[in-house]
């Protein structure tokens, strides 16, 4: 939830708009993340808007050697 949590909030900041998450289409946590064990992070969001001005968006946070979460939503 806490991974959920940083994608809706970093998706916020750059678009600069508050909101909810609809619907998440896919959701995979992958591996347990430690924050005392994992200094860095790479979080990748890739967004595209719809007809009707929906947001979708992919998600995905990972370390240089593993993957612990990804995402597809609107």
């Known amino acids: 939830v806490c991974m959920m949590q940083m994608v ?3 998706l916020e900041r750059s678009i600069s708009k ?17 924050p005392l064990d994992v200094q860095r992070l790479h ?3 890739n967004i ?3 007809k009707d001005s929906e947001i979708l968006f992919t998600a995905s946070i990972a370390s240089e050697a ?3 979460f990804k995402m597809t939503a609107t």
Do not use: D, P, R
């Not at 508050?18 to 993340?33: E, H, R």
């Open 43 to 45: 979080v990748e969001i």
């Open 18 to 34: 508050t909101g909810k998450i609809q619907k998440a289409n896919n959701l995979k946590f992958l591996a347990m993340l430690n």
């Open 48 to 50: 595209k808007e719809s």
């Open 66 to 68: 593993t993957t612990y």
């Open 8 to 10: 809706k909030e970093l």
